[in-house]
């Protein structure tokens, strides 16, 4: 007799009960007439066959994906993503910081870029390039308009705690004006009278009206318990220029530099003690490359999620990523020939400087240089500014007008088709003839006049950049074309203020300007400003155009002004100083990964393009719409 253990007899059993559950499960679908249970599916596989078992298990797959769909698009349909704190944004900028100093920001764009994150001033420039109360909660302008109140926000805090004042304010201004400081902006504050009311107002007192002076209260203010001790004249040679202490959103972290001192990258954390906006990034980290391609390059090799300027000829080499954002501003700029009529007599003619002015065609640059990324332009105010005058006088490529002008002041076309006049030269006699006359014993030769044929030729100069390079070999064609020697000599840009700007040194120069948001044309244009640091290239000088500069600048009323800008710009249309070619847009091109970016179209300063970084994030999550709370997106 066979033995078996109480275990084998309860295996046995339970084997038993297996198949008596299988074979219920076997008329329960065999009848067609029941629906398994949930307890008997676990049998399936035993009963079906596998063609069958198979096409089960992919109704299963098809019927929990699409649960699983349908879950998460009604989840999306009720939830909004939103900005989630955390993470940072790195930038690659070209050159090197100097002086993060609200006080010496003008000749570096890198310095605008990192001081713009780190400081405040008593106002703003919005999306909209309109001045808004910054550290100021508000501002009054006396009714002769020459006193303005600034009653500034209560427990603003410096990024290393001390309470924000008016004395910060009035030690900001007072240090500007220090000529020892030798700040660019010493002019502009010159005058300024400082009265500090009480510690939350401030009054600043100015000789007569002046219309674009909010502008100027957009500059940073400093915190005088920090620089209070450092002299006047040191100011651009401590520390505090490179580890700064602002009220801004962003404070100094750490730096980094090379093996040779440069500084390779700058990193700022924000600024948890903010008064406005809290960031939604940890940290804002800029890197710095020696020029634009190695800055593209970083791009190309995500070491960089950002570059603060990518020129148009350069954007191809970047059509294969397909993770980046390119964003357009239009900046208050352009680009224009300056005449200097002193350095070349034919230029005094204003016959020469109309046919010169026809005979470019700025169409083409546009289209050829800019990649058709900026627009047209006949005068110095812009599109979207005070004072624009789109029915000023224009000058249309036209070559056949270009001759008729040049013919009808007197000049003659030469057998190569140069343009020449005749003028009577007085002539020396040589040493020869002067030697034959003693050998034949006749009377010294004397002075003779004769006529000689003298060329329209002109000296054009430009930066030696690929943009302003391409513009001026395309106005020096056309120029050609027209009859004119043009000779173009492009200057390095580390030597076009030494050797261009401050010696007046061409006869035509191909040159871009920013003019700000407020049309204040006078540094530009009038007769006091032709010598350096004078900013009027052209050495214009017109005594109708200088009052209406000096009178537009001292009337606050939008209407007057504008009415007094576009005089101005006829006498400029007339006179024609300058060819005024084209208004470029400014490329800013970032990772998809950031988001919150503002495409905003127009901005008075390349750094404006932080205006709302606050609200940059790298992080998201989402909620339940029911959950959502009205924020406020844009400053």
């Given at each position: 007799?066979?033995y078996?253990s109480?275990?084998a007899w309860r295996?046995?059993?339970?084997?038993d009960a297996?198949?008596?559950?299988e074979?219920?499960?076997?008329?329960s679908?065999?009848?067609g007439?029941?629906?398994p249970?949930?307890k008997?599916?676990k049998?399936?596989?035993?009963?079906l066959p596998?063609?069958?078992m198979?096409?089960?298990?992919v109704?299963?797959?098809?019927l929990?994906?699409?649960?699983?769909?349908?879950?998460?698009?009604?989840?999306?349909?009720n939830t909004?993503?939103?900005a989630?704190?955390?993470g940072?944004?790195?930038e690659?900028?070209?050159g090197s910081?100097?002086?993060?100093n609200p006080?010496f920001?003008?000749?570096?764009d890198v310095?605008?870029?990192?001081a713009?994150?780190?400081?405040?001033?008593l106002?703003?420039?919005?999306?909209?390039r309109?001045?808004?109360?910054d550290?100021a909660e508000?501002?009054e302008l006396s009714?002769?308009g020459?006193?303005?109140?600034?009653y500034?926000k209560?427990d603003v805090?410096?990024?290393?705690?001390?309470?924000?004042?008016?004395?910060?304010?009035?030690f900001?201004?007072?240090?500007?004006?220090d000529?020892?400081?030798?700040?660019?902006?010493y002019?502009s504050?010159?005058?300024v009278?400082?009265?500090?009311?009480?510690?939350t107002?401030?009054?600043l007192g100015?000789p007569k009206?002046?219309a674009?002076?909010l502008?100027?209260?957009t500059i940073g203010?400093l915190?005088?318990?920090?620089?209070?001790?450092v002299a006047?004249?040191?100011?651009s040679n401590v520390?505090?220029?490179?580890?700064?202490?602002?009220?801004?959103?962003?404070?100094?972290?750490?730096l980094q530099?090379?093996?040779?001192g440069d500084?390779?990258?700058?990193?700022?954390?924000?600024?948890?003690?903010?008064y406005?906006?809290?960031?939604?990034?940890?940290?804002?980290?800029f890197?710095?490359?020696?020029?634009?391609?190695s800055?593209v390059?970083?791009?190309?090799?995500?070491?960089?999620?950002?570059?603060s300027?990518l020129?148009?000829d350069?954007?191809?080499?970047?059509?294969?990523e397909?993770d980046?954002?390119?964003y357009?501003?239009?900046l208050?700029?352009?680009?224009?020939?300056?005449?200097?009529?002193?350095?070349?007599a034919?230029?005094k003619s204003?016959?020469?400087?109309?046919?010169?002015a026809?005979?470019?065609?700025k169409?083409?640059?546009v289209?050829?240089?800019l990649n058709?990324?900026?627009?047209?332009?006949?005068?110095?105010?812009l599109?979207?500014?005070?004072?624009y005058y789109e029915?000023?006088?224009k000058?249309p490529f036209?070559?056949s007008?270009?001759?008729d002008l040049?013919?009808?002041?007197?000049?003659?076309?030469?057998?190569?088709?140069?343009?020449?006049?005749?003028?009577?030269?007085?002539?020396?006699?040589?040493?020869e003839e002067k030697?034959?006359?003693v050998?034949d014993?006749?009377?010294?030769?004397k002075?003779?006049?004769?006529?000689?044929k003298h060329?329209?030729?002109?000296?054009?100069?430009?930066?030696?950049?690929?943009?302003?390079?391409?513009?001026?070999?395309?106005?020096?064609?056309?120029?050609e074309?027209?009859?004119?020697?043009?000779?173009?000599?492009l200057?390095?840009?580390?030597?076009v203020?030494?050797?261009?700007?401050?010696?007046?040194?061409?006869?035509?120069?191909?040159?871009?300007?920013?003019i700000?948001?407020?049309?204040?044309?006078?540094?530009?244009?009038?007769s006091t400003?032709?010598r350096?640091?004078?900013l009027?290239?052209?050495i214009?000088?017109?005594?109708d155009a200088d009052?209406?500069?000096?009178?537009?600048?001292q009337?606050a009323?939008p209407?007057?002004?504008?009415?007094?800008y576009?005089k101005?710009?006829?006498?400029l249309?007339e006179e024609?100083?300058?060819?005024f070619l084209y208004?470029p847009n400014?490329?800013?091109?970032?990772?998809k990964?950031?988001?919150?970016i503002?495409d905003?179209?127009?901005?008075v300063?390349?750094?404006?393009?932080?205006?709302?970084?606050?609200?940059?994030h790298?992080?998201?999550?989402?909620?339940?719409?029911?959950?959502?709370t009205p924020?406020?997106?844009?400053k």
């Amino acid at each position: 007799m066979r033995y078996h253990s109480p275990q084998a007899w309860r295996n046995r059993g339970a084997g038993d009960a297996h198949k008596k559950i299988e074979k219920k499960l076997v008329y329960s679908v065999a009848s067609g007439k029941k629906i398994p249970s949930v307890k008997q599916l676990k049998y399936i596989g035993r009963v079906l066959p596998p063609l069958q078992m198979w096409i089960l298990r992919v109704v299963a797959v098809i019927l929990v994906a699409n649960i699983v769909f349908l879950g998460w698009k009604y989840y999306q349909a009720n939830t909004n993503e939103i900005a989630k704190v955390g993470g940072g944004y790195t930038e690659a900028l070209v050159g090197s910081p100097q002086y993060i100093n609200p006080l010496f920001l003008q000749n570096n764009d890198v310095d605008r870029d990192v001081a713009k994150l780190i400081y405040s001033g008593l106002t703003k420039y919005d999306n909209n390039r309109v001045i808004v109360p910054d550290l100021a909660e508000k501002y009054e302008l006396s009714s002769d308009g020459k006193t303005y109140t600034f009653y500034l926000k209560k427990d603003v805090k410096w990024q290393d705690g001390e309470p924000f004042t008016s004395s910060d304010v009035a030690f900001t201004i007072a240090r500007i004006q220090d000529p020892a400081t030798k700040s660019p902006l010493y002019l502009s504050f010159r005058d300024v009278k400082i009265n500090k009311v009480d510690d939350t107002t401030i009054q600043l007192g100015l000789p007569k009206p002046f219309a674009p002076f909010l502008d100027l209260t957009t500059i940073g203010i400093l915190p005088q318990h920090v620089w209070a001790d450092v002299a006047s004249e040191n100011f651009s040679n401590v520390p505090q220029n490179l580890k700064p202490v602002g009220t801004g959103a962003w404070k100094f972290k750490t730096l980094q530099k090379s093996g040779q001192g440069d500084i390779r990258s700058y990193t700022l954390e924000k600024n948890e003690g903010f008064y406005g906006q809290k960031p939604y990034l940890n940290t804002v980290t800029f890197k710095f490359y020696p020029d634009v391609d190695s800055a593209v390059q970083a791009l190309k090799n995500r070491k960089v999620d950002g570059i603060s300027f990518l020129p148009r000829d350069l954007r191809s080499t970047l059509e294969k990523e397909t993770d980046l954002v390119y964003y357009t501003f239009n900046l208050p700029q352009y680009t224009s020939i300056f005449f200097n009529q002193a350095a070349n007599a034919d230029l005094k003619s204003k016959a020469v400087r109309q046919a010169l002015a026809l005979s470019i065609d700025k169409d083409r640059i546009v289209r050829e240089v800019l990649n058709n990324e900026g627009e047209v332009i006949g005068a110095p105010i812009l599109k979207g500014f005070l004072g624009y005058y789109e029915e000023v006088k224009k000058y249309p490529f036209d070559l056949s007008k270009a001759g008729d002008l040049l013919q009808a002041a007197g000049w003659k076309k030469d057998t190569d088709g140069s343009w020449f006049t005749e003028e009577n030269v007085t002539v020396s006699p040589t040493d020869e003839e002067k030697a034959a006359a003693v050998k034949d014993k006749k009377d010294p030769p004397k002075d003779r006049v004769e006529k000689q044929k003298h060329v329209l030729r002109i000296v054009l100069v430009t930066v030696n950049q690929p943009e302003s390079a391409k513009a001026a070999q395309i106005v020096k064609e056309g120029w050609e074309a027209a009859g004119v020697k043009v000779e173009l000599r492009l200057v390095d840009p580390s030597r076009v203020k030494p050797e261009v700007i401050d010696t007046r040194d061409y006869h035509a120069f191909l040159y871009g300007e920013i003019i700000g948001s407020d049309p204040d044309l006078y540094p530009f244009w009038h007769s006091t400003q032709a010598r350096p640091p004078g900013l009027n290239l052209a050495i214009f000088s017109n005594p109708d155009a200088d009052k209406l500069l000096v009178d537009a600048r001292q009337i606050a009323d939008p209407d007057k002004r504008a009415q007094m800008y576009k005089k101005f710009q006829d006498i400029l249309a007339e006179e024609v100083p300058a060819v005024f070619l084209y208004n470029p847009n400014y490329n800013y091109v970032v990772s998809k990964k950031v988001h919150g970016i503002t495409d905003q179209k127009h901005i008075v300063d390349p750094s404006d393009r932080f205006n709302d970084i606050s609200y940059w994030h790298v992080k998201t999550r989402r909620i339940w719409k029911s959950e959502e709370t009205p924020v406020e997106t844009s400053k």
